[in-house]
């Protein structure tokens, strides 16, 4: 083959080369053309059929309260006048009751007549009427309903009404993680300021949402939530309910695409118990917990993150019957790795009580397994942390400056002008303003009762945990501080030594 063939060859070659790769690109912008409009025709061309299957067992709810009457004619005429006795036939005045009525929503998950709102909805009320979806088959337009139970803690409350037949209902679905994604799509259903049944989509705009409460779990949601909606269903595209709708944010009183429904995950556990008890029977670990804060880390031995829940006081409970100690860091609650405090108390407050329980806690640098039955937090809690009243001996106190703290020993003087109930640690007497300390938080009569997770009864105790810390190469010392009766561990610098 000449020179010329040669080169008419490769021409060749690069040219199909090109053209391969032109069609393979082309190739494969049609097909995420073809692909993105597939990926948008998940979302439904219409919500009508949902709507319809699930409404049936939504409901409105009616409350009345009987509350004192109004002032008489103040404000109407002036005292005196000749037309007050008028206007008080007009109006009874103070002494007359009057009723007064409140709106909210509800669903019904049982067909024998359990309904499901908010505790907010039917709290204080004296009736409590449910109206309920005009259709085929449905009950007549109001009938009364009895209070089952509640729980404040979670704005929960569960109704029952009677009907010759069953009624039409709604099951939980799944809230998790895996079930109810950031994006998906989501249906309310309520009663909005008073409009009737009113149907309002959206998707869920962030999981895992705490406003105020201990066991908050809130699905955050950008579809229409207002006045009214309170205790209404938040549903998935398969009908079932993630969410009980319970508040919004905003600065008007109207919807402004936040709002908040309670998980199923905290919901169906509380149902279940008011049903069955008609109160909730929480599990109760007995310990009193702070977040392990980034600080801390390097003062913990063994500790990779600021994870988990440190355990700052141990009351005669079901802890300290397994031997947790304070100091001890939760790590795995029941198998499952603890993040912060919030979740903690959340998985607890969902466990059984007299369940045993295998906790992780990480003690001095070492995992150690314990095995806690759990108690009730109802009857428990309230008693677990009683005040001693016992009289402290006089003695001569040992004080000393050290880390920009001036420390004492207990003295009954120190105990009765802080109000300190403890026998040991040391009393913080002063504090220099420019410390670490501080900037820390610590203040004047705080008690240190642990350094180093080492109890310190005595200011040479406090002088050797910060040498051995010192030795060790640490860059800060961890302290047990209580103030009021409440612990909590602070991590303090050492560079003020």
């Given at each position: 083959?000449?020179?010329?063939?040669?080169?008419?060859?490769?021409?060749?070659?690069?040219?199909?080369?090109?053209?391969?790769?032109?069609?393979?690109?082309?190739?494969?912008?049609?097909?995420?053309?073809?692909?993105?409009?597939?990926?948008?025709?998940?979302?439904?061309?219409?919500?009508?059929?949902l709507a319809e299957?699930?409404?049936?067992?939504?409901?409105?709810?009616?409350?009345?309260?009987?509350?004192?009457?109004?002032?008489?004619?103040?404000?109407?005429?002036?005292?005196?006048?000749?037309?007050?006795?008028?206007?008080?036939?007009?109006?009874?005045?103070?002494?007359?009751?009057?009723?007064?009525?409140?709106?909210?929503?509800?669903?019904?998950?049982?067909?024998?007549?359990?309904?499901?709102?908010?505790?907010?909805?039917?709290?204080?009320?004296?009736?409590?009427?449910?109206?309920?979806?005009?259709?085929?088959?449905?009950?007549?337009?109001?009938?009364?309903?009895?209070?089952?139970g509640t729980d404040?803690?979670?704005?929960?409350?569960?109704?029952?009404?009677?009907?010759?037949?069953?009624?039409?209902?709604?099951?939980?679905?799944?809230?998790?993680?895996?079930?109810?994604?950031?994006?998906?799509?989501?249906?309310?259903?309520?009663?909005?300021?008073?409009?009737?049944?009113?149907?309002?989509?959206?998707?869920?705009?962030?999981?895992?949402?705490?406003?105020?409460?201990?066991?908050?779990?809130?699905?955050?949601?950008?579809?229409?939530?207002?006045?009214?909606?309170?205790?209404?269903?938040?549903?998935?595209?398969?009908?079932?309910?993630?969410?009980?709708?319970?508040?919004?944010?905003?600065?008007?009183?109207?919807?402004?695409?936040?709002?908040?429904?309670?998980?199923?995950?905290?919901?169906?556990?509380?149902?279940?118990?008011?049903?069955?008890?008609?109160?909730?029977?929480?599990?109760?670990?007995?310990?009193?917990?702070?977040?392990?804060?980034?600080?801390?880390?390097?003062?913990?031995?063994?500790?990779e993150g600021a994870?988990?829940?440190?355990?700052?006081?141990?009351?005669?409970?079901?802890?300290?019957?397994?031997?947790?100690?304070?100091?001890?860091?939760?790590?795995?609650?029941?198998?499952?790795?603890?993040?912060?405090?919030?979740?903690?108390?959340?998985?607890?407050?969902?466990?059984?009580?007299?369940?045993?329980?295998?906790?992780?806690?990480?003690?001095?640098?070492?995992?150690?397994?314990?095995?806690?039955?759990?108690?009730?937090?109802?009857?428990?809690?309230?008693?677990?942390?009683?005040?001693?009243?016992?009289?402290?001996?006089?003695?001569?106190?040992?004080?000393?400056?050290?880390?920009?703290?001036?420390?004492?020993?207990?003295?009954?003087?120190?105990?009765?002008?802080?109000?300190?109930?403890?026998?040991?640690?040391?009393?913080?007497?002063?504090?220099?303003?420019?410390?670490?300390?501080?900037?820390?938080?610590?203040?004047?009569?705080?008690?240190?009762?642990?350094?180093?997770?080492?109890?310190?009864?005595?200011?040479?105790?406090?002088?050797?945990?910060?040498?051995?810390?010192?030795?060790?190469?640490?860059?800060?010392?961890?302290?047990?501080?209580?103030?009021?009766?409440?612990?909590?561990?602070?991590?303090?610098?050492?560079?003020?030594?």
């Amino acid at each position: 083959m000449n020179d010329k063939a040669i080169a008419s060859a490769a021409d060749a070659t690069v040219s199909h080369r090109f053209w391969a790769a032109l069609m393979g690109a082309f190739a494969l912008v049609l097909g995420l053309l073809i692909a993105i409009p597939a990926a948008a025709q998940s979302r439904p061309p219409t919500f009508a059929d949902l709507a319809e299957q699930v409404s049936p067992a939504v409901v409105n709810i009616t409350t009345s309260t009987t509350v004192s009457g109004r002032a008489g004619p103040q404000g109407v005429v002036p005292e005196g006048s000749p037309f007050e006795d008028f206007f008080r036939d007009l109006d009874p005045g103070e002494n007359a009751p009057r009723r007064s009525s409140a709106l909210g929503s509800g669903f019904v998950i049982s067909a024998d007549g359990y309904i499901v709102t908010n505790n907010h909805v039917i709290e204080g009320a004296d009736e409590i009427e449910i109206e309920f979806f005009p259709g085929d088959g449905q009950p007549a337009e109001f009938l009364p309903a009895e209070l089952i139970g509640t729980d404040p803690n979670t704005d929960i409350a569960v109704l029952k009404v009677d009907y010759d037949s069953p009624l039409a209902y709604v099951a939980f679905g799944d809230s998790s993680l895996e079930g109810a994604r950031v994006g998906d799509w989501v249906m309310a259903m309520g009663n909005p300021l008073g409009q009737g049944f009113s149907v309002s989509v959206g998707i869920i705009s962030a999981r895992n949402r705490a406003l105020s409460g201990t066991y908050d779990d809130y699905i955050q949601t950008d579809a229409a939530i207002n006045r009214g909606n309170s205790g209404g269903p938040l549903f998935n595209m398969d009908g079932e309910v993630i969410g009980v709708n319970t508040a919004i944010l905003s600065p008007n009183g109207g919807s402004i695409g936040i709002g908040f429904a309670m998980s199923s995950a905290v919901v169906t556990n509380v149902v279940d118990q008011l049903v069955e008890f008609g109160e909730t029977r929480r599990g109760w670990l007995g310990v009193r917990i702070q977040d392990v804060t980034p600080d801390m880390v390097d003062a913990i031995d063994g500790l990779e993150g600021a994870m988990g829940a440190m355990v700052t006081d141990v009351p005669e409970g079901p802890a300290e019957d397994a031997g947790m100690m304070s100091g001890d860091v939760i790590t795995v609650f029941d198998g499952v790795e603890i993040a912060d405090t919030r979740e903690l108390v959340r998985i607890v407050g969902n466990s059984p009580v007299g369940k045993e329980v295998p906790v992780t806690v990480l003690r001095n640098g070492d995992n150690q397994e314990l095995t806690v039955t759990l108690g009730r937090r109802e009857t428990e809690e309230a008693v677990a942390f009683p005040a001693s009243n016992e009289e402290e001996e006089e003695e001569q106190p040992e004080a000393a400056e050290v880390l920009g703290l001036s420390l004492s020993e207990i003295t009954p003087d120190l105990a009765e002008q802080y109000g300190i109930d403890r026998e040991n640690g040391l009393v913080i007497t002063s504090i220099n303003a420019d410390s670490e300390a501080a900037s820390k938080g610590l203040m004047e009569g705080d008690l240190i009762t642990e350094a180093g997770q080492q109890s310190v009864a005595t200011v040479e105790d406090f002088r050797d945990r910060v040498e051995e810390a010192s030795d060790a190469g640490r860059k800060s010392i961890l302290l047990l501080v209580r103030r009021g009766g409440d612990p909590r561990f602070v991590a303090l610098p050492l560079g003020d030594e």
